[in-house]
């Protein structure tokens, strides 16, 4: 199979401090992976595509500035969350790609999200 | 603009019921569809990969087959266990992005 790993799984942390999440993936390489949030009983929200070694691509109206990205190895992408403030508390989910076929097939295989609540 | 829609938005089977979830696309181009299913407070988890209108794949209760326009996922004789949200997802031709449908979620009570 596929594995995705994220850590960690729950955070709790002051408002204006930054908290960093990993995704992982742990038996293949991603050149690109997702960074998603998911609000109560809403799908995923895309916030960024992250292609390792090159800087990620935002969506629009997500802060760049605010949710830094990192993918500096093909099996490891990090989000920081800078100066999180309460509205930032939110279920951050990762995903990343593999292919196959040749690079024909592409599918996305996701971490198991981080509950980040901010005071 | 490419668009997934799902229907319907939540469903109660009795054990045992079977059913059928839709998921509606229009896209430029399609690279393939895509069934997860999401338990809560968890990520999704891949269920099913679909490239060509008349293509069906199968997993224990669980059989996706997709057309030109919409796939379904056929669920038989569902068990509690199966309750959960199912996402569909399409990547197009032209995109590297997924484009996701707003889910189905699934409740079977024994």
């Known amino acids: 199979g596929a594995v995705v790993s994220q850590h960690p799984s729950r955070v709790i942390c002051k408002s204006g401090t930054s908290v960093k999440i990993e995704c992982r993936s742990l038996d293949f390489q991603a050149t690109t992976m997702f960074w998603y949030r998911q609000f109560p009983k809403q799908s995923l929200m895309l916030m960024a595509t992250?292609?390792?070694?090159?800087?990620?691509?935002?969506e629009q109206g997500v802060e760049k500035d605010k949710f830094l990205i990192n993918h500096a190895s093909l099996t490891l992408s990090t989000l920081t969350v800078t100066s999180a403030h309460p509205e930032d508390s939110s279920f951050y989910i990762c995903?990343?790609?593999?292919?196959?076929?040749?690079?024909?097939?592409?599918?996305?295989?996701f971490g198991p999200g981080t509950r980040l609540l901010v005071l | 603009e490419d668009q997934v829609t799902q229907s319907p938005e939540a469903l109660r089977l009795q054990e045992g019921e079977s059913s059928s979830l839709n998921c509606s696309y229009t896209?430029?181009?399609?690279?393939?569809l895509f069934w997860y299913r999401q338990d809560p407070g968890k990520g999704p988890e891949f269920l099913f990969t679909l490239y060509s209108a008349g293509e069906e794949k199968e997993k224990e209760r669980l059989k996706a087959t997709l057309t030109k326009k919409e796939s379904f996922l056929h669920i038989t004789a569902p068990k509690p266990e199966d309750s959960a949200t199912y996402l569909c997802?399409?990547?197009?031709?032209?995109?590297?992005?997924?484009?996701f449908g707003p889910g189905t979620r699934l409740s079977v009570l024994p």
């Open positions: 896209v430029s181009g399609l690279r393939g």
């Open positions: 997802a399409v990547q197009t031709l032209t995109g590297q992005n997924f484009v």
């Open positions: 995903s990343a790609l593999r292919t196959s076929g040749g690079a024909s097939q592409e599918t996305q295989y």
């Open positions: 992250s292609n390792e070694g090159s800087k990620a691509t935002y």
